[in-house]
């Protein structure tokens, strides 16, 4: 029922932009916490951004800090991923998924509902 479809992914030079987006079905996305996750070859997932548009709440990697910035249009049930800047570090899969904010914790994929799409790969390089 729940369909997550990213996109925007590709190779770029250090210093470079790209813009990724995430479509959603079956789900109404600000109703929940929605979060960009990137996993690189042989490293464990790991969080960029959550946002819970209900709550006003926004996490941010320190990692990407000041360079990535999400977005959920509502209107249009997207997400949007921003990147900036990017650097030889931030290479992977990127997905969208619905994840939970947590005080201590930051923002994790939601165990309850694990949803996400294929992802979209991203590549920085020379």
């Known amino acids: 029922q729940v369909q997550f479809v990213e996109s925007g992914g590709g190779l770029v030079q250090p210093g470079g932009s790209l813009r990724l987006s995430c479509t959603a079905s079956?789900?109404?996305?600000?109703?929940?916490?929605i979060g960009w996750f990137r996993q690189a070859r042989g490293k464990e997932r790991e969080v960029v951004s959550c946002?819970?548009?209900?709550?006003?709440?926004?996490a941010v990697a320190n990692s990407v800090k000041d360079r990535f910035t999400m977005s959920v249009d509502n209107a249009n049930n997207m997400a949007y991923l921003q990147m900036n800047s990017l650097q030889p570090e931030d290479p992977g899969v990127y997905y969208c998924?619905?994840?939970?904010?947590?005080?201590?914790?930051?923002?994790?994929?939601?165990?309850?509902?694990?949803?996400w799409g294929q992802g979209t790969q991203v590549t920085v390089s020379s």
């Open positions: 998924a619905i994840g939970q904010i947590r005080r201590g914790r930051g923002c994790f994929v939601d165990p309850a509902q694990p949803r």
């Open positions: 079956g789900i109404t996305l600000e109703n929940y916490v």
């Open positions: 946002v819970d548009s209900l709550e006003h709440k926004t």
